[in-house]
């Protein structure tokens, strides 16, 4: 594992705490001393493109050059069927400025309320960068398939887990432990896919 034993540290380009909780549980084992971009003073950069591997792209390389570190990015939603996977990138803002968890599943069970496909997925893709102009970036993505209930179950989780139901487990992603969901979700798969490419000396 050359390439992950030359990263000792490494900030994460996320401010949303969250995922920061989960990417940090996922990230204990591998030894890595990890900070949050918010260590820095490093504010949200601007995700302007209609993928979510450009805008994770965009958020690795500006809290890498704020930090002077290696950044870890991730960008991510839920797609829904009935909206030809929607609202997708634009998962965070779905109901507009300024960000809210509340309003965005509101406004999700309102859209897919009287439609009868409410398959869902989540779906994360994350980048590494070394510096914030390197030419090989170590990208990995996951999804998780559920479906949207329109009364929220749980109290974990975060954003629209309360709403996303796995058949399989017969719960929602807010009803499951962090342990459980990281083995399983989109981040999970996401992260355990980069970390492959690290042990694989990709770096
Ligand atoms: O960009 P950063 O700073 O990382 O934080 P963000 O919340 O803006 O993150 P994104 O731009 O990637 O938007 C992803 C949105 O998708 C939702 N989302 C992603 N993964 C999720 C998960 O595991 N559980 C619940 N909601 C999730 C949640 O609403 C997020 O705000
Ligand atoms: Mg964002």
């Excluded at 000792?8 to 705490?17: M, P, R």
């Excluded at 909780?21 to 990890?34: A, N, Q, S, T, Y």
């Excluded at 309003?103 to 997925?121: E, W």
């Excluded at 090989?136 to 954003?159: K, M, N, S, T, V």
């Amino acid at each position: 594992m050359s390439g992950a034993a030359e990263i000792q540290k490494l900030v994460i380009a996320s401010g949303n705490a969250g995922k920061l909780r989960e990417i940090r549980h996922l990230l204990d084992p591998l030894g890595i001393e990890v900070l949050p971009q918010s260590a820095f003073s490093i504010t949200e950069v601007e995700e302007p493109y209609c993928t979510f591997v450009e805008n994770a792209l965009a958020k690795a390389r500006h809290a890498s050059k704020s930090s002077g570190l290696a950044a870890l990015a991730d960008d991510s939603g839920i797609c829904a069927n009935a909206l030809n996977g929607g609202p997708g990138v634009y998962s965070a803002r779905y109901a507009g400025e300024p960000k809210s968890d509340e309003r965005n599943n509101q406004k999700l069970v309102d859209v897919l309320r009287n439609q009868t496909d409410r398959r869902a997925h989540y779906y994360c893709v994350m980048v590494l960068v070394r510096h914030a102009d390197d030419p090989q970036p170590i990208i990995a993505d996951g999804a998780w398939h559920g479906e949207i209930i329109l009364e929220p179950r749980g109290e974990g989780g975060f954003g629209y887990d309360p709403y996303f139901f796995l058949p399989d487990l017969g719960k929602t992603g807010a009803e499951l432990p962090m342990e459980l969901k990281n083995r399983i979700s989109h981040r999970g798969k996401a992260l355990a896919r980069l970390t492959e490419c690290l042990k694989e000396g990709a770096f």
